[in-house]
């Protein structure tokens, strides 16, 4: 069965950076997308990044451009976040997600907490 | 990027049908994806492409679109449907999710 495992999560001071990881099991992840999925405490989901099953496309959500980088090792089935210039806003649970197609979503990890707090 | 906008909150009694709306400029000329989250889960798919649905989801779930809204329909609620619900939609210019809507059952 799909298992997807995030790590990484903790206190971060704004400005500061993090990387996220996600371990992935039960498919062969080198032939799919994935996805970052983030929800701040109380909040809706939102969407933060997608990138292709090789690492060749990379799309971002406008809130995290040019600070967050998305990436993936797929000899080692990880996928990675990494949270540069962060700030309190970042503050959420962050979703490691499958991508069935399309960039549509079929598969969710229980979420990596950080938040970013001086 | 683009907006979808849901209402707040839709509250139903068991066995009503609860009707939840999603609206966005870009709607007609994409496909809606629904997606139900129970407290403290995380996601799970209930509708693709409009109005299909994953195996194992249950029939009382159907989904339609039309021009710039999009309706995921629970006919016969359940206890058990109290969630919130979330439209979803793709674009290369990035993927947004809709607002969100608190379902209460009871």
């Known amino acids: 069965q799909v298992q997807l495992v995030e790590s990484g999560g903790g206190v971060v001071q704004p400005g500061r950076s993090l990387r996220l990881s996600c371990a992935a099991s039960?498919?062969?992840?080198?032939?799919?997308?994935m996805h970052w999925v983030r929800q701040a405490p109380g909040k809706g989901l939102e969407w933060v990044a997608l990138i292709s099953y090789d690492g060749s496309k990379k799309y971002y959500a406008d809130s995290v451009k040019g600070r967050f980088t998305i990436s993936r090792d797929n000899s080692k089935n990880t996928l990675f976040l990494q949270m540069n210039s962060l700030r309190a806003e970042d503050t959420a649970l962050y979703y490691c997600?499958?991508?069935?197609?399309?960039?549509?979503?079929?598969?969710w990890g229980q979420g990596t907490l950080v938040t970013v707090s001086s | 990027s683009y907006e979808m906008t849901q209402p707040p909150s839709v509250s139903v009694s068991p066995g009503q049908t609860a009707r939840i709306t999603c609206s966005g400029d870009a709607l007609p000329k994409k496909y809606v994806y629904w997606y139900q989250q129970k407290s403290g889960q995380a996601p799970v798919l209930v509708i693709y492409?409009?109005?299909k649905r994953p195996s194992g989801i249950p029939e009382r779930f159907s989904g339609s679109s039309s021009g710039t809204m999009a309706t995921l329909t629970i006919s016969g609620a359940h206890v058990e449907d109290e969630a919130d619900y979330y439209c979803?939609?793709?674009?290369?210019?990035?993927?947004?999710f809709g607002t969100g809507t608190k379902v209460t059952v009871l």
């Open positions: 997600a499958k991508d069935v197609g399309y960039g549509v979503i079929d598969y």
């Open positions: 492409e409009d109005s």
């Open positions: 039960g498919f062969t992840f080198s032939t799919y997308g």
């Open positions: 979803y939609s793709t674009d290369t210019s990035g993927n947004v």
